[in-house]
């Protein structure tokens, strides 16, 4: 059979949906009989994995089959070692763990920002920052004794699970696994599916109708009209329009991706896998701190967890820092900064990770101030209000940095 005539990228065209929802009947009827096919749900998932990487895409495949089988190694061979009863828990072995798990990503964060023409060959592959996000808190949680066994079975399920591979949630080995070596009852499976039809939907209304609203339809007309107003003037000043495309853009991003997460966490309720939620109403948010608790809540809570944590922890055990301000204020910028190489070795990447690191901090600072001057300080509906308000512009300009833009007029104004 001929799939070309598909988009076979996950959840980008309505189409799409109706190959993957008649596939996934098998799988509805055995978990509403209170059993789990597992061997369909694994040929299920490589069948859509292999049209994702047919064609063209070939090369892609082919480097995952190969990260895989990196990953797996560097896993298991660190799993016989923590579990080795005469093996010391040494510090330098688990850092070495870490790196090599990390490396591959970096490389492709590293060759993607390469000359044209100076890589010959296909890097990366579609979810690689997902699978590895996935494959690290493995191994820091077997180094922490709190995962004592991988089953190879269900850990290359775990990385491969098909409604989240390629932009997450991100879910955690312990709670995939719970949910996939039981079927749900009658009962609970029943609640599963409305919450599954209820998010689909949703997820429909976010990235096609209101994703398309504001991406397609007034995201181009405002950077048009950005331009035009900048070469009207020189270059001198930034236009309305530049603000316009600052919500706009805004708006876009959350409706684009919370509708990808939405189908995602519905396909995996369809599966009887409670894949965690990736936005909770971020656009309320009181304070920036506040923001990162609802928006991409799994990465936020990844980077939380692996890298601000187990930083912060290490700095007061080494006593790097006497002042335990400064050593939060230092685990923010590393933190952000961090994410913002993550998501691409250019400048407005890295100036989104800063601007976010010195948001929270000046939030740090501000909320210590109320604690202090408490009687001083109103709190009301109207301050809670202006806060949301104030939270709501700040997380906008942050968005404007990170899409690019700036750079774009820019160099349209030269």
């Not at 039981?182 to 209101?210: C, H, M, N």
Request: proline fraction near 4%; charged fraction near 15%.
């Amino acid at each position: 059979m001929n799939f070309n005539f598909i988009n076979l990228q996950p959840y980008s065209n309505p189409q799409y949906f109706i190959w993957l929802m008649i596939a996934l009947i098998p799988i509805i009827v055995g978990l509403y009989n209170g059993r789990r096919f597992k061997t369909y749900e694994a040929i299920f998932s490589i069948v859509f994995l292999f049209l994702i990487f047919d064609g063209n895409h070939w090369q892609e495949g082919v480097n995952l089959l190969l990260y895989l089988a990196f990953e797996f190694c560097l896993t298991f061979v660190y799993q016989r070692y923590r579990t080795k009863k005469d093996s010391p828990n040494k510090t330098w072995v688990f850092c070495l763990a870490v790196i090599l798990a990390i490396l591959p990503l970096t490389a492709v964060k590293v060759l993607a920002v390469a000359p044209a023409g100076t890589v010959p060959f296909t890097v990366g592959f579609l979810g690689i920052s997902y699978i590895t996000f996935k494959n690290v808190q493995v191994i820091m949680e077997i180094r922490d004794g709190a995962i004592k066994q991988v089953d190879p079975g269900t850990y290359v399920r775990f990385l491969l699970f098909f409604p989240t591979i390629s932009s997450g949630p991100i879910d955690r080995y312990r709670r995939f696994k719970k949910d996939f070596d039981k079927a749900p009852s009658r009962e609970d499976y029943i609640t599963d599916l409305q919450y599954a039809v209820r998010y689909l939907f949703q997820g429909f209304l976010y990235k096609f109708v209101l994703g398309w609203f504001f991406g397609t339809l007034w995201l181009p007309k405002f950077s048009e009209a950005a331009l035009a107003a900048g070469n009207a003037s020189g270059g001198l000043k930034l236009s309305w329009w530049v603000v316009a495309y600052m919500y706009c853009y805004t708006m876009y991003l959350f409706f684009d991706f919370a509708g990808y997460s939405l189908f995602a966490v519905s396909i995996s309720y369809f599966m009887g896998i409670h894949t965690p939620m990736n936005f909770n109403k971020p656009f309320i948010s009181k304070n920036i701190k506040d923001f990162w608790n609802r928006w991409h809540m799994t990465l936020s809570f990844w980077f939380r967890d692996y890298i601000y944590m187990r930083f912060t922890f290490f700095a007061m055990k080494k006593k790097l820092f006497k002042n335990r301000i400064r050593l939060s204020q230092v685990s923010y910028l590393l933190l952000f900064l961090i994410m913002g190489f993550w998501h691409g070795l250019t400048w407005y990447y890295i100036a989104y990770g800063l601007y976010q690191a010195l948001a929270i901090i000046i939030n740090d600072i501000w909320i210590r101030f109320k604690r202090k001057h408490k009687k001083q300080i109103p709190s009301n509906k109207f301050t809670n209000w202006f806060a949301i308000f104030i939270t709501f512009n700040v997380v906008c300009f942050g968005m404007l940095i990170f899409s690019g833009f700036l750079s774009t007029l820019w160099f349209g104004w030269q």
